[in-house]
């Protein structure tokens, strides 16, 4: 019985030594946990937009497009292709000035990447494809130089989407955009350089869609989409083209000769286009000058109604 009780004894001096060993809260433990829950995690900075060429995301209506269009070394596919690319891009700058009276210009370097040919080619399409090598560098002098490329296609017997599938990979960077020729779109049995081609609506509202789906995806700023046009007759239902986020729409009058043949081609050209589309106006250095003498001025062509918003040199 005495043993028992001595055990017991033990037992309780015991467990009250535990207790009392335990850490007792304090003013100082109530500080650190104070401490941790102020201390928040840091605020991820965003990761930038991709922007322009000279920052922003929206083309128009801050800038006008202005430009040249050419192939390396084909002195006939216009200007941009004559001598070393970098003096042209100097020249490019000094002629699209003029055009600076009430935006800021927004070079273009507007390159063939789709070339018509005059034969079917192995696979039967008409259309020879530019080396990729020659994209990567003129977008590396277009990058030097502030401006926006413009991947022009000639597609043959080829279609307008499967050829910008083809550039996909080009067409996810910021500053890239297209040129659509439907002039050498040609239908079943045409052979180019025989006949004009021609596009529809349903086919340009198609790229459009496709390109809109491209600036989405990526956050991309405004893509520009332009399609040349030298007549009337060659776009079909052209009410079709809708708007699209993020594509900017311009439809660029080609015509060739005197001042007055280029206006008149443009009133009848720009008449009708549909809503959300912009107009352009194309100036020829040989063509229009072996016509009539003259190439016309910067001041003749921003009194032209509607005003363009891309000005290209061939």
Known sequence: MV???????????LVAGCASSQPQPSGSGETAVTSQSATSTPTPTPTPKPQLPGGGRQLLPAHRLCGYVGYPGALGQGRLGIGEIDERMTELHETCAAYATDRTIMPVMELIAVTVQPFPGPDGMWRERIDPAVIDEWLAVARE?????????????????????????????????????????MGPGQVPMQSFGSTSGEELDEV??????????????????????????????EAALQPH????????????????????????????????????????????????GVLMSPEAVLALVPVPDYVLYE
């Open 3 to 13: 043993r028992r009780l001595a055990v017991l004894i033990g037992v309780l001096v």
């Open 145 to 185: 130089h502030g401006a926006i490329l413009l991947l022009d296609i000639q597609p043959g017997q080829s279609r307008f989407l499967d050829e910008l599938r083809v550039l996909e990979r080009y067409l996810v960077q910021p500053d890239v955009g297209v040129a659509l020729d439907p002039e050498w779109a």
């Open 208 to 237: 459009a869609g496709y390109l809109s789906d491209l600036v989405v995806a990526n956050d991309l700023p405004d893509k520009a989409m332009v399609y040349h046009i030298l007549h009337p007759t060659i776009i079909s239902n």
């Open 245 to 292: 986020p993020g594509v900017v729409l311009i439809k660029s009058v080609d015509g060739i000769g005197a001042p007055p043949d280029k206006i008149s081609t443009y009133e009848q050209v720009s008449a009708g286009v549909p809503p959300g589309v912009q107009m352009g106006f194309k100036l020829f250095y040989e063509e229009d000058v072996e016509a009539s």
